[in-house]
């Protein structure tokens, strides 16, 4: 996966997440969303141990450019060290440097299982992407009925 299409996909999950807000306890809520979000929805592919190791890793490549990730583990859940990391440093390079975590936990995930079904996955995180992919709560549960 390119790093501008990598970087394309973390751009439309930031976007959907934080719908540009610069207001630092939304910028906070937003990663705190994210990371649940991400924790979940690829936790539940590739198996929770899988995903702690992609967060690792993924984190660990993003904190040598951006100390503002330094004290979060992006595990969501941890309301007190984001909303810290926002005031140290500030809602917009909290927000940057997510997305730059988000950029690179979308190319090695890519690495991992290809580069489309890295772009579904990821696309698949707080709603319907641009291209159309589909919530993960089905038609039938928006009904109320259990399918």
């Not at 936790?43 to 993924?58: E, K, Q, S």
Request: glycine fraction near 12%.
């Amino acid at each position: 996966m390119t790093s501008s299409s990598a970087k394309s996909v973390a751009l439309r999950l930031w976007a959907r997440a934080a719908s540009g807000t610069a207001v630092p306890e939304e910028v906070a809520a937003a990663v705190e969303l994210l990371c649940t979000q991400l924790g979940t929805a690829l936790g539940r592919w590739i198996g929770a141990d899988g995903y702690r190791v992609l967060l690792d890793r993924a984190l660990g490549l993003a904190r040598v450019e951006n100390a503002a990730l330094r004290d979060l583990s992006c595990l969501g859940g941890d309301e007190a060290a984001t909303r810290k990391a926002v005031q140290t440093h500030g809602a917009a390079e909290v927000g940057e440097a997510f997305l730059t975590f988000l950029t690179v936990l979308v190319e090695i995930l890519g690495r991992i299982i290809g580069d489309e079904m890295a772009v579904h996955l990821v696309e698949q995180i707080g709603g319907a992407s641009s291209k159309g992919a589909v919530s993960s709560v089905s038609t039938d549960s928006k009904r109320g009925r259990n399918g």
